[in-house]
T-cell receptor, first 115, second 114 residues
Framework: EAGVAQSPRYKIIEKRQSVAFWCNPI?????LYWYQQILGQGPKLLIQ????????DSQLPKDRFSAERLKGVDSTLKIQPAKLEDSAVYLC?????????????FGPGTRLTVT | GENVEQHPSTLSVQEGDSAVIKCTYS??????FPWYKQELGKRPQLIID?????GEKKDQRIAVTLNKTAKHFSLHITETQPEDSAVYFC?????????????FGKGTTLSVSS
């Protein structure tokens, strides 16, 4: 099966600019996650979707971050305005219970540099 | 909420030796404990996971043990090889059929020298 796709792979912006990341999960996966991974740290969950509904967004900085999954498939994560501390890799992951597994499959990530 | 501590932060071993990485978690409701391997510049990939109804699980050279009473779990890699060199992350959380928002440890950089 095709893996989780993300674009762009790299993005450099100046602080206060806006940026958007796109994720296409594995076909049929109902659950989609966005994680932020700062260099040298483990991934930190930003938001979890089940189909097109939000399950957990408790760690999403809602004053500047937003995410949507309108049709329950693709998802977009937006940052507006960006801060220097937003420099990180943004990982999208998806999972499906149909195989009886909780495994999350990660995409290649988008590396964001804010200057 | 859940908090996951991981030790050591770096681990260097000789090829063929064993490596052990330990994690503790705080939420007794957590029932799912995966381990991910992340090579430099690559995505995290699941190498093994364990659920709270099991005390130990093995897959070839990799094993995970879980002590629910003490709230800690460990990754054991035997007969290490240079290709085992990577960053390893443990994670924990309560999971159901809707998935789980994993809480990750800070990672252990494993270096295997030949």
């Amino acid at each position: 099966e095709a893996g989780v796709a993300q674009s762009p792979r790299y993005k450099i912006i100046e602080k206060r600019q806006s940026v958007a990341f796109w994720c296409n999960p594995i076909s049929g996966h109902a659950t989609l996650y966005w994680y932020q991974q700062i260099l040298g740290q483990g991934p930190k969950l930003l938001i979890q979707f089940q189909n097109n509904g939000v399950v957990d967004d408790s760690q999403l900085p809602k004053d500047r971050f937003s995410a949507e999954r309108l049709k329950g498939v693709d998802s977009t994560l937006k940052i507006q305005p960006a801060k220097l501390e937003d420099s990180a890799v943004y990982l999208c992951a998806s999972s499906s219970w149909t195989s009886g597994s909780y495994e999350q499959y990660f995409g290649p990530g988008t590396r964001l540099t804010v200057t | 909420g859940e908090n996951v501590e991981q030790h050591p932060s770096t681990l260097s071993v000789q090829e063929g030796d064993s490596a052990v990485i330990k994690c503790t978690y705080s939420d007794s409701a957590s029932n799912y404990f995966p381990w991910y391997k992340q090579e430099l510049g690559k995505r995290p990939q699941l190498i093994i996971d364990i659920r709270s109804n099991v005390g130990e699980k093995k897959d070839q050279r990799i094993a995970v043990t879980l002590n629910k009473t003490a709230k800690h779990f460990s990754l054991h890699i035997t007969e290490t090889q240079p290709e085992d060199s990577a960053v390893y992350f443990c994670a924990a959380r309560w999971a159901n059929q809707a998935g789980t928002a994993l809480i990750f440890g800070k990672g252990t950089t494993l270096s295997v020298s030949s």
